[in-house]
């Protein structure tokens, strides 16, 4: 079989994300080099052995990689048939560079909740229109890959504060079409992102980017059942595109915009 180096990259609207780059190599062997940035790297399929700081790692698939910026890195397949690898590339906005000492002693995390919710970030940044999403999953893996590297720290706010919760509940009602980043949000309520998600979620049981898109469904279903197009629809009511209204759509609804407003057509 000849060697596959298939690969997608791409810079997303999501504050402290460099590039996203999605990987299948089989036969390729990555050189010592550097970045710049925080790679936080997960395995899909295969695994990838590399040396840093003079000491060899792997990546199996159950675990989250975190390289640190500026430390010599190399990487290549484990595996006869390569490796499929997705990769985040963190500026240090998410990730300070007082923790690259510790992620170099122990870079390979062995954690199943932090390995979902980057695969969930991952799946977010696929889709245009989701980005406040993407970015609320990233602010809660910055705060869990703190932890990680640094077990004995808890300092950090609880979790319940219903009076900031509030103040962002109102800010996404106000801004239902525009939408809202957590840059702007902690702009107008001084937090840190993380508490502020998780004040949220606590507060009302569901966390700010699903809140804001049920608000949105909400308008659409009413502009629908006047008979409006689900194309227009979707301009109106703050999605990306028609494909986007449609995902939400259906996941909430549980029909496509077009059967939900012509099933308002019909007889009673």
Do not use: C
Request: aromatic share 6%; net charge positive; charged share 25%.
């Amino acid at each position: 079989m000849a060697p596959q180096r298939n690969v997608s990259a791409w810079r997303p609207r999501v504050p402290g994300v460099v590039e996203v780059f999605h990987a299948h190599y089989t036969e390729y062997a990555y050189p010592m080099h550097v970045h710049e940035a925080w790679t936080l790297l997960i395995v899909d399929d295969g695994a990838v052995r590399y040396d840093l700081d003079r000491h060899e790692h792997g990546t199996p698939h159950d675990t989250v990689s975190l390289l640190p910026p500026h430390v010599p890195h190399n990487g290549s397949p484990a595996t006869p048939h390569g490796f499929r690898k997705r990769v985040l590339y963190l500026d240090a906005t998410l990730l300070g560079e007082d923790l690259i000492g510790a992620a170099v002693d122990g870079p390979d995390l062995r954690d199943p909740v932090l390995r979902r919710r980057v695969g969930q970030v991952h799946a977010a940044l696929t889709r245009p229109g989701d980005e406040l999403e993407a970015e609320s999953r990233l602010t809660l893996i910055g705060e869990r890959l703190r932890k990680r590297l640094r077990p004995g720290d808890h300092r950090g706010s609880p979790h319940r504060d219903p009076a900031l919760a509030r103040r962002l509940r109102e800010l996404l009602d106000e801004r239902v079409v525009q939408g809202l980043t957590l840059d702007e949000a902690t702009a107008l309520v001084p937090a840190h992102p993380a508490h502020l998600v998780r004040a949220f979620s606590t507060a009302y049981g569901i966390a700010p980017h699903q809140y804001l898109m049920s608000r949105r469904i909400e308008r659409a279903r009413r502009l629908l059942l006047s008979g409006r197009a689900p194309a227009e629809v979707a301009t109106e009511t703050g999605f990306y595109d028609q494909a986007h209204l449609t995902r939400h759509f259906k996941r909430l609804v549980g029909v496509t915009p077009g059967r939900y407003r012509d099933s308002s057509r019909r007889p009673s």
